[in-house]
Antibody
């Protein structure tokens, strides 16, 4: 079955660090663009970071310099290392697979989502 | 920074047509996508590349795009369609952007 399963969320104090994991099955993480998307309580969706199949990484301005996306090909798992956490990082974090659209108006979109893991940053 | 603008809420009676709009300056050059999110669940893709419907999505869901506006239409909305809907696209630099979301109420 093709699926994504996130783990690693929890309660963490401001300034702390946390690493989220996203285990994939039914497809190969390293052959795809993979992203993290978050959703603060009662708020909308916010893209956080992406790692391309070639290894390039990109981040939203809100997390740049604090978060690091990576993957372990042997474990077929995506990670998000989150440092210097702030209260505003409190959210459900989803990992998502991206589909690339090779057309004039193309780009990429999220075609598979995990169920998410909750990160709460509070003292 | 690039923004996609949606109305915060739309309300219809069962069986009526619901239309949710999404405006963005880059939409003439980039496809729009629509995600449905029910309470406590992960988002589900209901429309891709402006107007295509993934397998398993009911035919009552349709999409269109013209100029700087994309529209999600639910023809004959059902109570089970009550959810938050998010448009999504990319800007000219490839930045990934979601609209603010629209809460659809069917009652």
């Amino acid at each position: 079955e093709v699926q994504l399963v996130e783990s690693g969320g929890g309660l963490i104090q401001p300034g702390g660090s946390l690493r989220l994991s996203c285990a994939a099955s039914g497809f190969t993480v390293s052959s795809n663009y993979m992203s993290w998307v978050r959703q603060a309580p009662g708020k909308g969706l916010e893209w956080v970071s992406v790692i391309y199949s070639g290894g390039s990484t990109y981040y939203a301005d809100s997390v740049k310099g604090r978060f690091t996306i990576s993957r372990d090909n042997s474990k077929n798992t995506l990670y998000l290392q989150m440092n210097s956490l702030r209260a505003e990082d409190t959210a459900v974090y989803y990992c998502a697979r991206e589909k690339v659209v090779p057309a004039a108006r193309g780009g990429w979109y999220f075609d598979l989502w995990g169920r998410g893991t909750l990160v709460t940053v509070s003292s | 920074s690039y923004e996609l603008t949606q109305p915060p809420s739309v309300s219809v009676s069962p069986g009526q047509t619901a239309r949710i709009t999404c405006s963005g300056d880059a939409l003439p050059k980039k496809y729009a996508y629509w995600y449905q999110q029910k309470s406590g669940q992960a988002p589900v893709l209901v429309i891709y590349e402006d107007s295509k419907r993934p397998s398993g999505i009911p035919e009552r869901f349709s999409g269109s795009s013209s100029g700087t506006m994309a529209t999600l239409t639910i023809s004959g909305a059902q109570v089970e369609d009550e959810a938050d809907y998010y448009c999504y696209s990319t800007d000219s630099s490839g930045k990934r952007v979601f609209g603010g979301g629209t809460k659809l109420t069917v009652l």
